[in-house]
């Protein structure tokens, strides 16, 4: 593909000068108009080394308002990134909505630089690539615009640049022997290169090829495209909002209706004395193996959901009580700021997840979106049947990376719920944990219950499964939480050290 690309076109002077300034007009109110339509856009500049991304950026950025744009340059992954799975690093540099980030290089390193330069590193190519292509369709699910441009160049244009860069004093830091390998190699990563393109070109994120011989070429090409694509964006949100409207009113579609909270035995329980030799035996069992995660680099992430009242946080204290505090973080979930609201839903949750060797505990999770927001009508209909498979595409990347992924919902009845709400409100020193909310909630409880089935249903996997805790007793609950944990961790443990 790459080879028939005809890399000689060039741009006429007078044609170049005319292009620039209508096409940069158009560039610097399309980004007004984006941003008051809370679109989020997010440029993608890739291609071949000495291909002139660095030019190319600087020429678009001229054209816009500095104050609404973030350029990040993707260099190789620091320490606290290779720790991480590799598309942290991007999830957590995701625009807000209305602004437009600028990629000099991207998440494609994996499966295109990382891939020719450590050609004897594991990695898994196929799961990389869905990975990419799960990232870009959930952003572009929740209305991300994607341009991505691959600038390419001959291998004896590239070999030129490359001469005249190391010529120069500033600038000969820039080509390393990598560099001279990829131009030496040339055909070997150009075919690289070409599956990357093949494998990732969808109708939601496009690749265009500039042609980037000629600069001044390249520039016009890359302003129009992205201009384009800006405006088509525009075009579908107004048609998307005018259809919005008129599907108003019109009756959901039928729903789910499992039923699998209704077979939870809830009469079990443990007395007092069981409860504290178990209890003591995990909690010591726990922090052996939160020493061997530190060492084994194994990262975990604890998910904790489950009826207002119904013991997360006594679970979540029994837990953490002898892990190593440097090792661990709780995080608990609120409703979303402002600055969260603007972003995609789970780029608060990418914010806090794991490093390797690190526990990640969530108070309340990702799943909001299945529940509350789909109960309280926070995001639409669309959007929350959407995000069980971005959910589970997203616990699955962990997974992937290695980390143990377990979710908890703690489950009560209504009755021991309403015992433990009053209970609340007669002691003063536990009334700050019931508001008025927690009643209003209580009315709905039937509508939680049908969301929770389906959740348990179409996100359990074997890969991040869900754990339904029998809670009306605090004691067994609190102890299978650990019980689970502990055996949960020992398997991964006893599988790392094999592999190994």
């Not at 071949?48 to 340059?73: C, E, S, W, Y």
């Not at 004395?273 to 990262?299: C, D, F, G, M, V």
């Not at 990347?397 to 979710?407: D, E, I, S």
Request: net charge positive; proline share 3%.
């Amino acid at each position: 593909m790459l080879e028939k690309i005809d890399l000689s076109k060039k741009a006429d002077k007078a044609e170049f000068k005319q292009v620039v300034e209508a096409e940069g007009a158009r560039l610097a109110k399309l980004q007004r108009d984006c941003k008051d339509a809370g679109i989020p856009v997010m440029i993608v500049f890739e291609g071949m080394g000495a291909a002139g991304k660095g030019v190319q950026i600087n020429r678009l950025i001229q054209t816009m308002d500095p104050r609404g744009f973030t350029v990040h340059a993707t260099n190789s992954s620091n320490e606290e990134e290779q720790m991480r799975p590799f598309l942290w690093r991007y999830w957590t540099k995701i625009p807000a909505r209305g602004r437009i980030a600028v990629y000099d290089r991207s998440w494609y390193s994996i499966v295109q630089r990382d891939r020719f330069d450590y050609p004897d590193k594991e990695l898994n190519l196929e799961g990389a690539f869905q990975d990419i292509l799960s990232f870009e369709k959930q952003l572009t699910d929740d209305g991300y615009v994607i341009i991505k441009l691959f600038l390419h160049i001959s291998k004896g244009e590239q070999k030129k640049r490359f001469k005249k860069l190391e010529e120069s004093k500033g600038a000969s830091w820039r080509v390393n022997k990598q560099d001279w390998k990829r131009n030496k190699e040339y055909d070997a990563y150009l075919k690289i290169n070409e599956e990357m393109l093949e494998r990732t070109d969808t109708e939601y994120a496009p690749w265009t090829i500039i042609e980037a011989t000629d600069k001044d070429y390249g520039a016009m090409k890359i302003l129009t495209t992205v201009a384009d694509r800006l405006a088509y964006a525009l075009e579908r949100k107004t048609k998307e909002q005018a259809q919005a409207e008129k599907k108003k009113g019109a009756k959901p579609g039928e729903r789910f209706q499992n039923g699998v909270l209704s077979g939870i035995d809830l009469s079990k329980s443990l007395t007092k004395e069981e409860y504290k030799k178990e209890l003591a035996s995990l909690q010591k069992r726990l922090e052996t193996l939160h020493n061997e995660l530190y060492r084994l680099r194994i990262p975990v992430v604890l998910g904790f959901e489950g009826w207002d009242a119904g013991g997360k946080g006594g679970a979540i204290k029994r837990l953490t009580s002898h892990l190593d505090p440097r090792g661990y973080q709780v995080n608990p979930t609120a409703s979303p700021n402002d600055i969260e609201k603007v972003h995609h839903y789970l780029w608060r949750f990418w914010n806090n997840m794991p490093k390797a060797g690190h526990v990640a505990i969530f108070d309340r999770t990702w799943y909001g979106r299945v529940m509350v927001e789909r109960i309280e009508g926070f995001c639409t209909e669309e959007e929350w049947k959407r995000a069980y498979q971005e959910i589970n595409e997203m616990e699955s990347h962990m997974a992937n990376f290695g980390a143990v992924v377990l979710k908890f919902w703690l489950h009560i009845d209504k009755d021991e719920q309403e015992r433990r709400f009053r209970e609340r409100m007669e002691n003063p020193a536990k009334q700050w944990k019931i508001t008025d909310e927690d009643w209003r909630n209580r009315e709905k409880w039937d509508q939680y219950e049908q969301a929770v089935d389906e959740m348990l249903v179409r996100t359990s996997t074997t890969y991040a499964p869900w754990i339904v805790v029998e809670g009306n007793s605090k004691y067994y609950a609190r102890v299978k939480v650990l019980r689970t944990v502990v055996e949960a961790l020992e398997k991964k443990i006893k599988e790392v050290k094999k592999k190994g």
